[in-house]
């Protein structure tokens, strides 16, 4: 396995938004807002990617910290259909 120091998720800014940050794919094909679905990339690979205001390299421990601090919004809107009132539990406590 390579070893991670001077690797990098490339993040890109266009289309991220207030909802989720968005890294490109492996091989940069297509994007996502998972870290662990993101490639990882070389410091060559990314001078050939990163562009000023639109994307930007993260390198990849800061970028699994962030991971750790944030949920994706689909995963919030299943918790709110899935969550039980207390009413609909069986002794009424939350």
Same mark, same amino acid.
């Given at each position: 396995?390579?070893?991670?120091?001077?690797?990098? %998720?490339? %993040?890109?800014?266009?289309?991220?938004?207030?909802?989720?940050?968005?890294?490109?794919? /492996?091989?940069?094909?297509?994007?996502?807002?998972?870290?662990?679905?993101?490639?990882?990339?070389?410091?060559?690979?990314?001078?050939?990617?990163?562009?000023?205001?639109?994307?930007?390299?993260? /390198?990849?421990?800061?970028?699994?910290?962030?991971?750790?601090?944030?949920? /994706?919004?689909? %995963?919030?809107?299943?918790?709110?259909?899935?969550? %039980?009132? /207390?009413?609909?539990?069986?002794?009424?406590?939350?």
């Amino acid at each position: 396995m390579k070893s991670l120091s001077n690797r990098y %998720l490339i %993040l890109s800014l266009k289309h991220s938004d207030n909802d989720a940050l968005y890294w490109y794919r /492996p091989n940069s094909r297509g994007y996502t807002s998972y870290i662990s679905e993101a490639g990882i990339y070389s410091e060559s690979e990314v001078a050939g990617h990163v562009m000023e205001a639109v994307t930007t390299a993260v /390198p990849i421990e800061f970028a699994k910290g962030l991971a750790e601090l944030s949920v /994706p919004t689909h %995963l919030l809107t299943e918790l709110k259909k899935s969550s %039980l009132t /207390p009413q609909e539990t069986n002794d009424g406590n939350v």
